[in-house]
């Protein structure tokens, strides 16, 4: 399967945090070149309810803070293709975001108001041309899916579920494992 | 993804000829094949030729410059840091696209994102075209969808290589990108109230649409030397059409002849905002609908033909009005409309006016159920306060949404597409104040609408109040944006709204709009309380600031411009509308708008009183000041780049130029009473300010730091502009700075008013003569201090 488009979206144990503070830090992440990629802008979308939150773009991927589905997490919403079958796209999708979190984790301005899930994701299909919301293509990606967690996780049991939503939604499945995973044991 | 490349940049590299086919037939499936029944032919076409285009770009077969309009002309803009380089605080640094060499522009970087504008004719939008909207904001944008102040939607932080599908998608559902930038007719706005107004002479919707149909593509509006602006209200009183700032208005009348009613249109010409804001001038007061094509056609044919093309500046036909006056304008347009061959198009949409005619659902959705709102009753009470408007159709009112900043989410849109269908007709509308109008819902349905708006979060009250706070794109997305209106907008409606002033009956009718630049795309000059970006150097740092614009009047259709009353810190703009409201609420007389209330007290006294809130501390003190809302870099005005609306070209010396030209209307407003109105004195002085402003604008290029002080200003304008000869008229020579000299040799006479008016006049040439002279320069290459330091060294050698 060919899909370049994709989010993955990683659940925060905190409904709420000052999301002022997410701002100097991704300001600061570009100006010192901190993660891989080519990072390009901070958006604030604070007003919004249930929207993006605090952003950073970048050419590759948009990173949000954000409260989409009114649940407070880490999304990455990737938009370019590379080299990598989709299965391989997602685990490095989910190693970039785990990065992303792991380093905001850890950042002292936020004083461990943080701690983000790593056993527990959303992947959601941003391509509505090769995955629509249907049984047939959650059946073709399933198995993409399996083989992601099944790297991202190794023995650690796991599901992958799909998300019953608006057939207008973007495909979404939740994959998820039996224990608690830290979010920065998967960025290695 | 280190490897993530540029699809058709690599098809570019593969192919030896363009082949728009392959590109998509390389892919399992397109949106091309998938829509090909659903897209009308030409549309389809368009889209077509614009992806092959992409790849002619790519494979250097097309200018970057020609491209860059194409593009323009499909509404697909640049976004800030598209020449690759951004401030990161400390220093400007290269953003690392892959493939920089690849530009869609001059200096603009393919790889950038970028901010696609869709046209909304009237506002119009159906649930079906909501969906779509929401499926491409989430696939290809950020997720979010922006409601302009033109009845817009954008998209920011978009891929150049979307932009085909995205289109087709559109266009798939009856929405067209075409024109939604460029020198052509932009979107044609209407009042979202058309229809079911209490006070309309008759519903414009369908002339709205209509003229937008006539006039996409049309041959006679592909030559203009900037963009042209429609708009149509249904009444002349209130704002919703905003007519009176458009450069073709129209404003629905009714009037008897011979018994008959009849019906037609009162039509405005050469209005607009900008720097310079012109109230728009009427051309005629009564045209039948038959002749509204014709005549607009003959009036685009004037403006295309005899409207400035070599300086933008100059370009709208608000310059072309005021330099023939209305009444040859008038008269070259009516030679000009007796000699257009007959075209059935003008009235064959005629017969297709009735279609627009919109009713309610035969039922409320709700008819014999009882709504228990719980403890959302007090909520509900307030939402409707503010919220509702009750059309002149009995039993069915309109519900506005208050979206913050103009912006929804994807999910919020899909859902209000959910919404519409079960509450309404289809019937949606965009308003100019960046919100979304639901109409036609049956009043006993507005607790179960309330209740499905607050499921979506959509259930904001304070619509159209002095909390719903308008911003342009600024610092955020804009190249041209100075400060960041949409932070200190998004700080200043949640201040307002926490002060419940949205319910304050004296207060919730003044309205607030903070634009960027100088440029109004939040139409700060008409509201009552406006603001737009600037800067001020302080403490060798740079500080972002705000103009404060009182005196504009958002009721009476927006007929009262606004004036700047000096800068203001940003971070302390809240501070300084707190001291407005509390000043207003202590001293206005009963029944006394806020703009009376200003025009009372005065401006200057009111500047005077704002003075203190004018201080900014030292950057050792208090360094936020020398940062801007919403962003945690130290202030730059580095990231100012070039501006892409139709291609424009702006520097700090267009900006500052700009600025003069503002100083210079101020004085012409002073005189406007004649030579009792104890101003002559005033309008003098600022036509000197203008000079020397405008002057201190191009010494920005030799000297980008240049200070404020007059005359270090005359002293090196004479030394690298006059004694150079660099400022002088190729006719003229050095007469034009002579107005400059003399002015401030002079400055310290006693003005009459023939003095002021000559003075006013001398600006005007003065400023018109910087504009030439920076124009020049640019063409000559000197467009930074070093390029300048290196001309200077060639004309006066180093001794």
């Not at chain 2, 309008?683 to 191009?698: F, I, N, T, W």
């Amino acid at each position: 399967m060919d899909v370049e488009r994709f989010y993955l979206k990683f659940f925060a144990r905190e409904n709420a945090i000052d999301e002022t503070g997410f701002i100097p830090i991704f300001h600061d992440w570009i100006r010192l070149k901190s993660l891989p990629g080519t990072l390009i802008d901070v958006a604030d979308y604070r007003h919004v309810p249930d929207g993006p939150g605090i952003m950073l773009i970048s050419f590759e991927i948009n990173y949000a803070m954000e409260h989409g589905g009114g649940q407070f997490g880490l999304s990455a919403q990737r938009k370019l293709g590379s080299d990598g079958s989709h299965s391989e796209r997602i685990v490095e999708l989910a190693k970039r975001t785990a990065l992303f979190g792991s380093l905001l984790e850890a950042d002292s301005r936020l004083n461990g108001a943080l701690t983000l899930d790593g056993g527990r994701f959303l992947y959601a299909a941003n391509d509505r041309l090769r995955l629509p919301n249907t049984a047939d293509a959650f059946a073709a990606l399933q198995p993409d899916l399996q083989a992601a967690a099944a790297t991202l996780y190794g023995d650690q049991p796991f599901t992958v579920k799909r998300v019953e939503n608006d057939p207008r939604e973007r495909l979404t499945a939740l994959v998820e494992t039996s224990g608690p995973v830290p979010i920065a044991a998967l960025a290695g | 993804m280190a490897n993530a490349t540029t699809k058709t940049y690599q098809i570019a590299q593969d192919l030896p000829t363009p082949d728009s086919q392959r590109m998509t037939t390389t892919q399992p499936q397109s949106w091309k094949a998938k829509l090909a029944e659903k897209i009308p032919p030409q549309m389809a076409d368009e889209i077509d030729t614009f992806e092959n285009q992409m790849v002619l770009r790519c494979q250097g077969k097309i200018e970057d410059k020609v491209f860059a309009e194409l593009r323009l002309r499909r509404g697909a803009y640049g976004q800030r840091y598209d020449n690759g380089f951004r401030h990161d605080g400390e220093k400007t640094q290269e953003i690392a696209f892959p493939h920089p060499e690849l530009t869609k522009g001059p200096e603009t970087k393919w790889e950038a994102p970028g901010m696609q504008r869709i046209k909304i004719p009237y506002g119009g939008l159906s649930a079906e075209q909501m969906e779509v909207l929401a499926d491409i904001a989430e696939e290809y944008s950020d997720s979010i969808l922006h409601i302009t102040t033109r009845q817009d939607i954008q998209l920011h932080f978009l891929s150049l290589e979307d932009t085909p599908d995205m289109h087709r998608r559109l266009a798939a559902v009856g929405i067209t990108v075409r024109e939604a930038c460029g020198n052509s007719v932009r979107n044609v706005t209407a009042c979202p109230l058309a229809g079911v107004c209490r006070d309309e002479a008759f519903d414009v919707t369908g002339y709205a649409n209509e003229t937008a149909n006539y006039f996409l593509g049309h041959r006679d509006v592909q030559d203009f030397g900037r963009k042209f602006k429609i708009a149509f209200s249904g009444c002349a009183q209130h704002p919703c059409g905003l007519t009176y700032m458009h450069d073709l208005g129209l404003i629905a009348k009714k009037r008897q002849r011979e018994g008959q009613e009849e019906i037609g249109f009162e039509l405005y010409v050469g209005g607009g905002l900008g720097a310079v804001p012109h109230l728009a001038k009427l051309f005629d007061d009564f045209v039948p609908p038959e002749e509204l094509l014709p005549l607009s056609q003959a009036i685009a044919r004037v403006y295309a033909r005899l409207g400035e093309k070599k300086n933008r500046n100059k370009a709208r036909i608000k310059f072309l009005v005021q330099k023939l006056g209305i009444d040859e304008f008038r008269r070259l347009v009516l030679e000009e409309r007796a000699t257009l061959e007959n075209d059935p198009e003008w009235t064959q949409w005629l017969q297709a006016i009735p279609q627009y005619s919109e009713t309610g659902r035969p039922e409320p959705v709700t008819a014999g159920q009882v709504i228990d709102l719980g403890e959302d009753a007090e909520a509900f009470a307030q939402w409707k306060a503010t919220n509702i408007y009750v059309q002149r159709q009995p039993g069915f009112a309109c519900v506005t949404l208050n979206l913050p900043l103009g912006d929804l989410t994807a999910q919020q849109m899909r859902g209000l597409a959910d919404v519409a269908r079960r509450f309404t007709p289809d019937a949606t509308r965009t308003t100019v104040e960046q919100n979304l109008l639901l109409r036609w819902v049956h009043e006993p349905d507005l607790p179960a609408l309330y209740l499905a708006l607050k499921a979506l979060r959509l259930h904001t009250p304070g619509a159209q109040t002095i909390a719903d706070v308008t911003a342009c794109p600024g610092t955020d997305t804009c190249k041209l944006g100075i400060a960041s209106s949409r932070g200190l907008a998004g700080e200043l409606r949640q201040r307002l709204a926490h002060k419940g002033y949205q319910y304050d009956e004296a207060l919730k009718d003044i309205r607030v709009k903070v634009s960027g630049c100088f440029n109004s795309c939040s139409q700060h000059t008409v509201a009552e309380i406006g603001f737009y970006g600037s800067n001020r150097l302080i403490d060798r740092h740079r500080v972002p600031h705000l103009h404060l614009i009182l005196g504009g009047e958002w009721s009476n259709n927006a007929a009262h411009y606004g004036q700047s009353l000096g800068v203001i810190p940003t971070k302390r703009v809240p501070e300084v509308v707190d001291f407005l409201i509390d000043l207003y609420l202590q001293g206005k007389n009963q029944g006394e708008t806020f703009s009376q209330f200003v025009n009372r007290i005065g401006k200057k006294d009111i500047k005077e009183r704002v003075q203190p809130f004018t201080h900014v501390p030292s950057y050792a003190e208090d360094p936020s000041f020398y940062t801007d809302w919403g962003d945690a870099r130290e202030y730059t005005i580095g990231d100012i780049g070039i501006g892409e609306c139709a291609g424009e070209v702006v520097s700090l010396t267009n900006f500052d130029v700009a600025r003069a030209e503002s100083l210079n209307f101020e004085a012409t407003l002073l005189l406007d009473g004649g030579d009792m109105n104890g101003n002559v004195q005033q309008a003098a002085d600022k036509a000197l300010a203008a000079m020397v402003k405008a002057a201190q604008a191009v010494l920005k290029a030799q000297n980008v730091d240049i200070a404020d002080d007059a005359a270090v200003i005359i002293r090196d304008f004479r030394r690298y502009f006059y004694d150079t000869e660099l400022f002088f008229d190729p006719f003229v020579k050095g007469k034009f700075a002579s107005y400059l000299f003399n002015a401030y040799d002079n400055r310290q006479a006693p003005a009459s008013f023939d003095r002021a008016r000559q003075a006013v006049e001398e600006a005007r040439l003065f400023i018109e003569a910087a504009y030439e002279c920076h124009s020049r320069m640019m063409q000559a290459g000197i467009n930074s201090p070093g390029a300048f330091t290196q001309w200077y060294e060639t004309r006066v050698p180093v001794s």
